[in-house]
């Protein structure tokens, strides 16, 4: 379960760089900088024991964004943080890297994709995320493990066989992120 808290942060840097792919055909930088609430998911290619143990990950995760993206002014936008990582993760500490795209969603129905990269550090069920644009810019997160602990989380833990985690993402950025 910390381990799952530490991809957790990951994945939450991840929602906060958002970073990278052109916003117009004549290949602008797309930029955000605002805060987001996320959900989600992590599943670990090794599974997770009380001892740190190098592994990898997915990461999945949705919710909203409050700020300002590419010049115009967003409240509530959608967005989707997919991302890849590698670590050293355990149910009581850890630390990992991760890269992936972040999907915004306007209610338009335009969709921006920006690709950002993050680092984790942790333990117990509270991570720090910090995250990095593409080309600038950058930010902070927290991911928070707790409201989803379980017994049989913890049972896993103690076995070494925890697979998957869920947790919740808050990120902010400190310096408008442009990609």
């Known amino acids: 379960m910390r381990a799952a808290a530490l991809a957790a942060a990951l994945a ?59 010049g115009v002014a967003q409240r509530g936008v959608g967005i989707v943080l997919r991302s890849e990582g590698v670590g050293v993760l355990g149910c009581a500490a850890g630390h990992s890297t991760a890269a992936g795209t972040i999907t915004f969603t306007e209610s338009t129905g335009r969709q921006v994709k ?36 379980s017994p049989a989380q913890v049972a896993e833990c103690e076995a070494g066989t925890l697979r998957s985690a869920d947790v919740d993402l808050v990120t902010r950025t400190v310096r408008q992120m442009a990609g």
Do not use: K, M
């Open 114 to 149: 920006l690709g950002f990269s993050n680092r984790v550090e942790g333990a117990e069920t509270e991570y720090l995320v910090r995250f990095h644009g593409g080309i600038s810019g950058g930010g902070v997160g927290e991911s928070d493990f707790l409201p989803f602990s």
């Open 12 to 70: 939450a840097t991840a929602a906060a760089c958002a970073t990278s792919a052109p916003a117009s055909a004549a290949g602008a930088a797309s930029t955000w900088s605002g805060t987001c609430h996320l959900s989600g998911h992590f599943t670990f290619d090794q599974p997770l024991g009380v001892v740190p143990r190098a592994t990898t990950f997915d990461d999945y995760e949705a919710g909203t964004c409050d700020g300002v993206l590419d």
